[in-house]
């Protein structure tokens, strides 16, 4: 069954969170604040019953929060396209596979089927002989079918999850709160992009297909 996207949510908070990219964006921005620091201050949430992820950034300037936005999309964009496009490739190309085997089976169950027509009409052995083979030729032939069907099917998931996939981008972009949020006479505290990023996270995706590539 259908179960997972191409490029789950774990894998993309990951991306998000991930020590080489945020010290990346340390340096870029001449930020002053290590990578726990800046690693708490960015909290990144599901949203229920989608395939979305809601990014949050918690600071005491919302200019540099909005310009760590951006910095930190980057990768996440860059490296999840990348794994997005490595996985359809892997889909395409299993496809590819499935209809050739898929062509091979019917091939072998239309010469089972004349097998089993053509049999009563032999002269030169028993019926009995003739009864046998072709109960062997139908016991074959079911397998070929439950076979086939199973690839069918196989083949079904995988083209539903190519047409259901999308690619990784950003569906809102992170806004200014009208207002501050626990406003203090030394520090306001600013959540720049308050439910405002959204990152789509590719749809559909055969997870007994995916593991089996794993290994």
């Given at each position: 069954s259908i179960s997972e996207p191409l490029i789950n949510k774990e894998e993309a908070k990951e991306i998000i969170l991930n020590h080489d990219n945020l010290q990346g964006a340390i340096k870029e921005?001449?930020?002053?604040?290590?990578?726990?620091?800046?690693?708490?201050?960015i909290k990144v949430d599901e949203i229920k019953g989608t395939n979305l992820l809601s990014i949050?950034?918690?600071?005491?300037?919302?200019?540099?929060?909005l310009m760590l936005h951006d910095v930190i999309i980057k990768p996440l964009i860059a490296q999840g396209q990348e794994m997005y496009l490595k996985r359809v490739s892997l889909i395409n190309a299993r496809l590819k596979e499935l209809n050739g085997?898929?062509?091979?089976l019917e091939e072998d169950i239309s010469r089972v089927q004349s097998l089993i027509t053509g049999m009563p009409?032999?002269?030169?052995?028993?019926?009995?002989?003739?009864?046998v083979r072709i109960i062997l030729l139908q016991n074959s032939l079911s397998n070929y079918e439950s076979n086939l069907n199973a690839l069918r099917n196989q083949r079904g998931e995988l083209e539903l999850?190519?047409?259901?996939?999308?690619?990784?981008?950003v569906f809102s972009q992170p806004f200014r709160p009208e207002n501050?949020?626990?406003?203090?006479?030394?520090?306001?505290?600013?959540?720049?992009?308050l439910a405002g990023l959204?990152?789509?996270?590719?749809?559909?995706?055969l997870k007994e297909f995916w593991q089996g590539v794993k290994k």
């Amino acid at each position: 069954s259908i179960s997972e996207p191409l490029i789950n949510k774990e894998e993309a908070k990951e991306i998000i969170l991930n020590h080489d990219n945020l010290q990346g964006a340390i340096k870029e921005l001449g930020l002053d604040v290590g990578f726990e620091s800046l690693k708490k201050s960015i909290k990144v949430d599901e949203i229920k019953g989608t395939n979305l992820l809601s990014i949050k950034i918690t600071s005491s300037n919302i200019d540099a929060a909005l310009m760590l936005h951006d910095v930190i999309i980057k990768p996440l964009i860059a490296q999840g396209q990348e794994m997005y496009l490595k996985r359809v490739s892997l889909i395409n190309a299993r496809l590819k596979e499935l209809n050739g085997e898929i062509s091979s089976l019917e091939e072998d169950i239309s010469r089972v089927q004349s097998l089993i027509t053509g049999m009563p009409k032999i002269n030169n052995i028993s019926q009995q002989d003739i009864s046998v083979r072709i109960i062997l030729l139908q016991n074959s032939l079911s397998n070929y079918e439950s076979n086939l069907n199973a690839l069918r099917n196989q083949r079904g998931e995988l083209e539903l999850s190519l047409a259901n996939a999308r690619e990784f981008k950003v569906f809102s972009q992170p806004f200014r709160p009208e207002n501050p949020i626990a406003p203090k006479k030394t520090q306001i505290i600013i959540l720049a992009g308050l439910a405002g990023l959204m990152l789509g996270v590719f749809l559909a995706f055969l997870k007994e297909f995916w593991q089996g590539v794993k290994k």
